[in-house]
């Protein structure tokens, strides 16, 4: 059975509302199309770009006559946006999200949604640095994952429409628990966010050290240049988990630095062979799965 | 006074190596090219390909002509190289190197060599993931910095002759203490390499997490593909700079960490906003000096 929406309700017309709004139109599975925000100007530019019929800033009022409900804002904007929908929210509307943390994002929804059975938490694993509704491309999920969160809760027929959603803009649906998937996006992604601030912030302390980094230390140090409040947000949304990988990681560190310490040539290799084996490792079965694209 | 070479030998006949001759080649100063190494294929294929006239295995017997001698091989191999070309060397040869860490390869020096005034340290900060000669290319160094660290033993017109030699080959001359070079690499090479072998076994370790990992994962994680041999030696090399540059970025990890602990978003995003300040930054410096090619 392909997906039909009558009408999709696209709260955060940014880069992943907007893509999926463009994505599911493009697919001819949508009938109306209705952006949320505050910024009049950005939901101007997505209606005369085609990528949502019209606009509206009253989250209530939008939601009304939703038969799918998308979250595209930022995870701390989760429980403003649940608690503003509540009570207009049609009993048969669905809910998605496309949020960087799970647990948080249900724990908003369990304190505002009376009924959380037809809210299916997503997490597509796809951006650019590019932000706005004039970012937004049809093709961004295409071969990308998109992992759901479903729990015990969640009803069977909204998990099947949902990942059918995903699954008609491009995505790969992988399915998860929430608290699964805050781990491995800890590791894969939170993780070597905060170490990359981190590691800029130690290196620029040291005067004029900074002139002399190559073209490695710009590559290693990009994700440095992120959104600080996006991350600041995505780590307090995620902050067990986080913790525990940075405790992994200052393990690793302390084991190198034995090894330096006791002039270790042996564990230093160890160490580093095995990264270098996971890493390209990794990289050949991305590259398998994606194709050259990554 | 422009350079004139009359017989130059290229001790470690790789990219580094085959790339200095090649550009002094190009440049018209140099009359003989020999090179050194264990490889007679790798050898035979840089004779082939105009990179070098001719080669020798012995290094005792390629130097005792030479009045520049480069040595461009591993850190951890200068030691040995020193030794077999201190009986042959002419009195009034140059010697001048391509390593990683500068304290090390002085300290090997002056253990082998009788004079050390004849040595001027060199560190091109330039490379690429490809090794062997057929790698080399001329333009290696252009528009890089090329670190020079000379002592109170270094005799001036040695430092004026190596000085245009890796002006010649198109590198930026700087000129600081080996003591200080070793820091600054430390900072801005040493520990990133470091860093991404210690957050690749840290994720890796997450048994299927890493089939989640994206694009940001790949570019951070790159150098962590980098050679572990070669990584082994130049952080055994630099070990007393390298400990101390993991004790700032656990400092920093450590900061992190109590921020997330306690939920200080505050603290969380002036740390980030500074680390992004900062890369941002370099980043435009780095583009204004070089041009897009970084």
């Given amino acids: 059975m392909s997906l039909s929406i009558k009408h999709l309700v696209v709260i955060g017309t940014g880069l992943i509302g907007g893509s999926v709004a463009l994505a599911l139109r493009r697919a001819g599975c949508v009938e109306r199309i209705t952006g949320v925000g505050r910024n009049a100007r950005n939901l101007k530019e997505a209606v005369s770009l085609g990528v949502i019929d019209d606009y509206e800033h009253d989250i209530g009022k939008a939601v009304a006559t939703a038969d799918i409900v998308l979250l595209a804002v930022p995870v701390a904007a989760c429980k403003q946006v649940f608690s503003a929908l509540a009570k207009s929210l049609p009993s048969d509307a669905l809910i998605t999200d496309a949020g960087s943390t799970k647990q948080s994002v249900m724990a908003s929804a369990q304190k505002y949604l009376t009924d959380v059975s037809h809210f299916v938490p997503a997490h597509p694993i796809a951006g650019t640095e590019h932000s706005g509704a004039a970012a937004a491309f049809a093709e961004l999920f295409e071969k990308r994952m998109c992992i759901l969160t479903p729990n015990a809760q969640t009803d069977a027929a909204a998990l099947a429409r949902v990942r059918s959603l995903w699954e008609t803009v491009g995505s790969q649906v992988k399915i998860m628990s929430a608290i699964e998937h805050d781990d491995v996006l800890a590791s894969v992604s939170h ?16 005067n004029h050290a900074f002139r002399f980094a ?23 949304c995620n902050s067990p988990a986080l913790m525990n990988k940075i405790d992994h990681l200052q393990a690793e560190l302390n084991i190198l630095r034995e ?30 799965t994606n194709g050259e694209t990554l």
Same sequence: chains 1, 2.
Avoid: C, Y
């Fill in 191 to 206: 993780l070597p966010h905060l170490a990359a601030f981190a590691i800029v912030n130690a290196v620029s302390k040291d």
């Fill in 214 to 236: 190559a073209g490695g230390f710009r590559d290693f140090t990009r994700i440095a240049s992120s959104s600080p409040e996006m991350w600041r947000d995505i780590a307090l």
């Fill in 259 to 288: 090894a330096l310490k006791h002039a270790d040539g042996a564990v230093l290799l160890e160490k580093f062979k095995s990264a270098k084996l996971a890493r390209d490792g990794w990289l050949n079965d991305m590259k398998q």
